[in-house]
């Protein structure tokens, strides 16, 4: 135990315990917030006793919430707020509402003051930005329906946090010796930075970066921020709120990344200590003393706001498992609710035992979510092997020559194109959500499984000529291509690859054309780079056409010895210095070799014999 610490055992305490803990939370899928959680939680005064002056820390931690809060601000652009406005007020704008509104409702029941229902109604509304998001990407959830509509939902969230902290300090002016606010200096404030940002500030740090010193350009950043939270709080209110508006108003600013860039250690370090801090808070003891009211307080809250967000989930139109979705990676408290909690106890709003109480509920949702969403998981997988097959659409043979196999991304465009020529086609898509919104659009596709042999017959692989593997995935594309030369070996198979890997499996299979997803992109762009370097345009596509014929033969190459590490390897390097080699010597020529026609030695070293 530190009884009297000097800031280097401090930061020490700190640093040890944080190295420690979150990497751990971080291998087990908890994510570093509860990492930091526990980590303040173990060396605070409520457990371990090794740091005990929480006022000093958390007053510097609350810097860690401004940074985040203007770098919130420098991603919330107007422009793209407003063309989100449908799904972050109708998904968001609701969550938050029926949320509040409910917990509102509780508190009042309970008899507390409107004031401190409000705080606690709406602080519990929230949930976790950092958890759920993370959670999202590396589900690989984050671009379904119910992925993009929790991205809405936080958003909104995120947007709806930022007035609630200007708004709860003023709700303690109806409580004795609670600080007040100067509305009339806030507002003031407000368009002198408007003005400042638009006309003076764009010019300051256009003359700051020509000095090209990264030091002075973070000094300017960080004066900035904590200089407009200063005047906020000299107003009576938040800094967040302040840092927040700074960061709005330099969203367009062409040195936005710039800033964002050098603000992003010391917000990923001040944030760590600000969740550090609220782990020396959680009294744990509370939860010893009083467990089963700890423990109805948690099941009640991830209960009702699960029905409040499955609910919003249906009324937007999301199906069952959408919604059911939805609301498990959302049910969480959020890391905002900690910031409110201590902004409303400042404020007098709600008392140190209520904030306390909840601060333990909220870590606790937030400690329980992990194993919600895997238990979800297991039985979302459950149900779809054990459940009754889906029921997909009934296929009539529509005497089609071509059959698209997935139309997300990749099927579409090939589609649209043979729309485009009255080329007749039969599109087949698995994901249900997809479906929805295809349909929406008025694109006719059928719902089913292109991968089982009694689908594709109905479909009219008898009669059709070319099937068009466009899935993403790489096990069910290689399978489907399987299936299909077993079964019907007159069909012309056309398939999307994932990788060169991918591309040898379908090799094997006999798959007539294959596609990497992403080379022609590659190219394309490469020739708009080129372009803009100053290339000329007949050198240009000479450069693209002999890189992509190279390539293209050295995939075959690569086939060949592909079972044979080492010789792959060789292959691969030689390929790559003779590729350099030619256009290091072209580049030196004075002349353009004719299009379509390769000079004489590397027609004979690409076609394999010195690879």
């Not at 929790?150 to 995120?158: G, H, R």
């Not at 003779?578 to 256009?583: C, E, F, I, K, S």
Request: charged share 20%.
């Amino acid at each position: 135990m530190i009884e009297h610490h000097t800031p280097l055992q401090g930061a020490l305490v700190f640093l040890g315990a944080a190295v420690l803990l979150v990497p751990i939370f971080l291998r087990l899928g908890l994510g570093t917030v509860l990492g930091y959680l526990a980590a303040g939680s173990i060396i605070g005064p409520n457990l371990l006793g090794w740091i005990k002056d929480y006022e000093s820390v958390a007053s510097y931690a609350e810097l860690g919430v401004v940074f985040l809060l203007f770098i919130i601000g420098l991603e919330l652009q107007p422009k793209r707020l407003w063309a989100m406005k449908r799904n972050l007020l109708g998904f968001g704008g609701m969550q938050i509402f029926f949320c509040t509104l409910v917990f509102f409702l509780i508190g009042k029941a309970f008899g507390l003051s409107s004031s401190a229902s409000f705080v606690i109604g709406f602080s519990l509304s929230l949930s976790s930005t950092a958890f759920a998001l993370q959670t999202l990407t590396e589900r690989k959830v984050l671009n379904t329906q119910f992925g993009r509509a929790s991205f809405s939902i936080l958003l909104m969230q995120d947007v709806a946090a930022i007035p609630a902290l200007a708004l709860i300090p003023s709700l303690g002016i109806l409580v004795e010796s609670a600080p007040k606010t100067n509305w009339y200096g806030a507002l003031l404030i407000a368009i002198s930075l408007y003005f400042v940002s638009r006309f003076l500030m764009r010019p300051f740090l256009r003359i700051v970066a020509s000095g090209k010193s990264r030091e002075l350009f973070t000094g300017v950043t960080l004066l900035i921020v904590m200089g407009v939270a200063f005047l906020m709080q000299q107003v009576g209110l938040s800094m967040a709120l302040g840092a927040f508006i700074a960061g709005v108003l330099l969203s367009e600013s062409e040195y936005k990344h710039e800033l964002e860039a050098d603000l992003e250690p010391f917000k990923g370090i001040l944030m760590g200590l600000f969740f550090i801090s609220v782990g020396m808070a959680v009294n744990w003891q509370l939860a010893l003393s009083e467990p089963l009211m700890i423990i109805g307080l948690t099941v009640g809250y991830l209960l009702i706001k699960g029905l409040l967000i499955f609910s919003v989930g249906k009324i937007m139109k999301l199906n069952n498992t959408s919604s059911r979705s939805l609301a498990i990676y959302l049910v969480q408290g959020g890391e905002f609710a900690f910031v409110i909690f201590g902004v409303g106890q400042a404020a007098k709003v709600i008392t140190a035992e209520w904030a306390e109480q909840w601060t333990l509920v909220v870590t606790l949702s937030m400690v329980l979510s992990p194993i919600l969403i895997l238990v979800h998981d297991k039985i979302e997988s459950w149900r779809s092997e054990r459940g009754p097959e889906p029921e997909y659409d009934k296929i009539e043979n529509q005497q089609n020559p071509v059959i698209i196999a997935g139309f997300g991304r990749f099927g579409q465009i090939v589609g649209r194109i043979l729309r485009a020529q009255n080329i007749g086609f039969t599109a087949i898509e698995q994901d249900s959500e997809q479906i929805e919104l295809l349909r929406r659009f008025n694109n006719r596709v059928f719902y089913g499984d292109a991968s089982r042999i009694e689908l594709l017959e109905s479909a009219g692989a008898k009669d059709a000529k070319y099937l068009i593997i466009a899935v993403d995935d790489v096990e069910t594309a290689t399978s489907m291509a399987r299936e299909v030369r077993q079964n019907f070996p007159h069909l012309k198979i056309y398939s999307r690859a994932r990788n060169r890997q991918h591309v040898f499996e379908l090799m094997d299979l006999e798959v007539h054309a294959i596609q990497r997803e992403t080379f022609e992109a590659s190219l394309a762009l490469s020739k708009t780079l080129l372009k803009d370097l100053g290339f000329a345009p007949d050198r240009i596509k000479f450069i693209v056409d002999r890189f992509r014929t190279h390539d293209n033969l050295m995939v075959q190459e690569q086939y060949k010895v592909r079972h044979d590490e080492k010789t792959f390897l060789d292959v691969s390097r030689q390929g790559a210095e003779q590729l350099a080699r030619v256009l290091r010597e072209d580049a030196e020529k004075t002349y353009i070799e004719p299009a379509g026609k390769l000079p004489q030695d590397e027609e004979a070293s690409l076609s394999g014999d010195r690879l």
